[in-house]
């Protein structure tokens, strides 16, 4: 397990352990792969970011995961993989966020992209992220790092 810090210095645990925190996590992180690409999308508030958010109360985790990613890039996901989960402990509430590798079939324009401006597709990550005003803040601790890390040693990117 480890354990750092968020860019709001609130704690945050992280495990790739099968479900470490909770069997029904109520949020959702996809890590997107699409054409040896990462696909983000551009948050209206936050800036850029891996697509993500809430599991609806009719869905499980991976129903949500397969709907972010459409509803905030229009990927259609070819293949979903659990990867991890975390835990951050927030001022006024706990949440549990499963995180994903999601395989990108096909890009489709969409009507609407909710609270987001749509796809981005990145050659490359910046280095500066963390410093960088036009990343989320949810891309800016060690979750997208160690993330990112354990995918290079699993040889999934
Ligand atoms: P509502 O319940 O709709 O009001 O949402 P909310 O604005 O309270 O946000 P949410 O429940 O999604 O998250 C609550 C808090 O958890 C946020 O304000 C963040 O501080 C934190 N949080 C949510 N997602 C992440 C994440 O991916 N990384 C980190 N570090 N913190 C997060």
């Not at 810090?5 to 099968?18: G, I």
């Not at 985790?61 to 259609?76: D, I, P, Q, S, W």
């Not at 989320?136 to 790092?145: E, P, W």
Request: aromatic letters at 12%.
């Amino acid at each position: 397990m480890y354990e750092f810090k968020d860019y709001y210095r609130n704690t945050v645990q992280l495990s790739f352990e099968k479900h470490p925190f909770s069997q029904k996590p109520k949020h959702v992180w996809v890590i997107c792969r699409y054409q040896n690409q990462w696909l983000l999308t551009n948050h209206q508030d936050r800036g850029y970011e891996f697509p993500g958010g809430k599991v609806e109360p009719r869905e499980n985790a991976e129903e949500a995961a397969l709907r972010e990613v459409k509803e905030e890039t229009g990927a259609a996901v070819r293949k979903l993989t659990y990867l991890g989960q975390y835990k951050v402990l927030g001022r006024e509430k706990v949440i549990v966020k499963n995180i994903y590798f999601a395989e990108i079939d096909k890009i489709e324009k969409q009507d609407t992209y909710y609270e987001t401006k749509g796809p981005v597709l990145l050659k490359d990550l910046p280095e500066d992220i963390a410093k960088n005003r036009k990343y989320s803040f949810i891309m800016k601790d060690s979750v997208l790092t160690i993330s990112l890390d354990k995918l290079k040693k699993e040889g999934m990117v």
